[in-house]
């Protein structure tokens, strides 16, 4: 069964520094999604993506935050400036077509974590 | 404002029983769809359950199934026959109409032998 594929799946990156997450959808998807996961807590939407470009974002994603497709395959976060508050699970998620009952296939995370 | 809400941070069932996961939502667009989640210890989510809005019966998926009432703006879900690998965090989640899907806080499930 095809999947979403992330790399790393772990990082660990000191304060201030700049990290890029990445993701490989399942290669007829067409809708692309960020998550993050504080530790115990709520999955939280950060970040929509369709035809190119971003199509919702939350409060969460702010000018620190960034999304690309560069290459027309990778999906990538990029998070400037981390914060220790960025310290989460990052989950990418892809979505197959328009109609709303298609679910969300979620990749298995990356940990971050920020010293 | 919390769209989904899940009241039940944990909780506990014999193995072999069944258990309802309790997930109350709110909207006002007509169109919408409801999705189950599980995330087991080693972090993935993995998708369990789906529910239109217009669906006439419950979604039912093996030992899965949703008690949807529309009226009460509930969606819970049913896990027949626990088994001690159904011991994980489930999250209940919305789709409006061509929104984006929102997720509630999770119920932590654990199945006792």
């Known amino acids: 069964e095809p999947e979403v594929t992330q790399t790393p799946s772990h990082q660990v990156t000191q304060m201030g520094q700049e990290v890029i997450l990445r993701c490989v959808p399942i290669?007829?998807?067409?809708?692309f999604y960020w998550y993050r996961q504080i530790l115990g807590q709520k999955v939280e939407f950060l970040v929509s993506?369709?035809?190119?470009?971003?199509?919702?974002k939350s409060e969460i994603f702010d000018d620190q935050f960034s999304v690309e497709r560069p290459d027309g395959s990778n999906f990538t976060l990029k998070i400037r400036s981390t914060k220790l508050e960025d310290s989460a699970m990052y989950f990418c998620?892809?979505?197959?077509?328009?109609?709303?009952?298609?679910?969300?296939?979620f990749g298995d995370g990356t940990r971050l974590s920020i010293l | 404002a919390q769209k989904i809400t899940q009241t039940q941070p944990g909780m506990f069932v014999q193995e072999k029983e069944a258990v309802t996961l309790d997930c109350t939502y709110d909207?006002?667009?007509?169109?919408?769809?409801l999705f189950w989640y599980k995330q087991p210890s080693s972090g993935e989510m993995i998708f369990l359950i789906y529910?239109?809005?217009?669906?006439?019966q419950n979604a039912t998926e093996g030992r899965y199934s949703l008690n949807f009432q529309k009226a009460r703006k509930s969606a819970n879900l049913v896990i027949s026959a626990s088994q001690l690998g159904d011991s994980a965090m489930y999250f209940c989640?919305?789709?409006?109409?061509?929104?984006?899907?929102?997720f509630g806080a999770g119920t932590r499930l654990t199945v006792k032998p």
């Open positions: 998620a892809t979505r197959g077509g328009y109609n709303s009952n298609q679910p969300q296939h």
């Open positions: 290669s007829n998807h067409l809708y």
């Open positions: 993506f369709y035809n190119n470009e971003i199509s919702e």
């Open positions: 909207t006002s667009d007509p169109s919408y769809g």
């Open positions: 529910q239109g809005s217009y669906d006439q």
């Open positions: 989640a919305m789709r409006e109409g061509a929104n984006d899907m929102r």
